[in-house]
């Protein structure tokens, strides 16, 4: 029982590359997130999905974009990295939208943006 | 508007002593309430959740939590911590009107000191 597998878990990007985070959950949950956390800032929404084929845009979408073409996979792509995305990026899955079981989150991935 | 506050970025507490960590929040409709921990370099787990019913909310690892609806807190309390506690403490909160987003306060890191 994987839970939610997050990959990798260390990255270095340059300025102005690209990459994609890639998050995997083996539960059946529908519902899926993507978290950046900043020091002192807490957790911020990215992207989050209901399902396989629907995303929407959390707080902070900016500079990001989100697939969900099957229920298991829902991979982060940035584009033209910034040094403000330096960050640990959480991505997140709940079955019923996480009020009844709250979210079951993968180990995080930390990037750094140079 | 809509806020989620922990003002106490970091609480020292000796061992077998007993903590409170607080966080207050802001909201004009109901809200669900969630307290998560977060241990280094590891994803947040679920350690409690007020969604409603009784006020007294029992958790995992011996934490309980209070909803005090007049004083729109959450706070979290253990009579007595272990070395094991030390790590980052998060309140997150939905708003009833905000569908499926979760928004996080800033985290309290708990240190349990020998």
């Known amino acids: 029982n994987a839970g939610v597998t997050q990959t990798p878990k260390f990255r270095i990007l340059k300025i102005g590359q690209s990459m994609t985070l890639q998050c995997t959950q083996d539960m059946n949950h529908n519902y899926m997130y993507w978290y950046r956390q900043d020091p002192g800032m807490g957790l911020k929404l990215i992207y989050y999905?209901?399902?396989?084929?629907?995303?929407d845009k959390g707080e902070v979408p900016n500079g990001y974009n989100v697939s969900r073409s099957t229920t298991e996979d829902f991979p982060l792509r940035l584009e033209l990295a910034a040094p403000s995305q330096t960050s640990v990026y959480f991505c997140?899955?709940?079955?019923?939208?996480?009020?009844?079981?709250?979210?079951?989150f993968g180990s995080g991935t930390r990037l750094t943006v140079v | 508007a809509q806020s989620v506050t922990q003002l106490d970025s970091q609480v020292p507490v000796f061992e077998e002593a007993p903590v409170e960590l607080r966080c207050n929040y802001s909201?004009?409709?109901?809200?669900?309430l969630f307290w998560y921990v977060q241990y280094p370099n590891q994803g947040l787990q679920l350690l409690l959740k007020y969604l409603s019913g009784s006020t007294l909310v029992k958790g995992i690892n011996g934490f309980e939590a209070e909803f005090n609806k007049s004083q729109t807190s959450f706070h979290l309390r253990k009579p007595s911590v272990h070395i094991s506690d030390t790590a980052e403490y998060f309140c997150?909160?939905?708003?009833?009107?905000?569908?499926?987003?979760?928004?996080f306060g800033t985290g309290t890191s708990l240190t349990v000191i020998p």
């Open positions: 999905s209901v399902g396989a084929g629907i995303t």
């Open positions: 997140a899955s709940s079955k019923t939208g996480g009020l009844d079981y709250g979210y079951t």
């Open positions: 909201s004009s409709v109901s809200v669900y």
């Open positions: 997150a909160v939905s708003f009833t009107n905000t569908g499926n987003q979760f928004y």
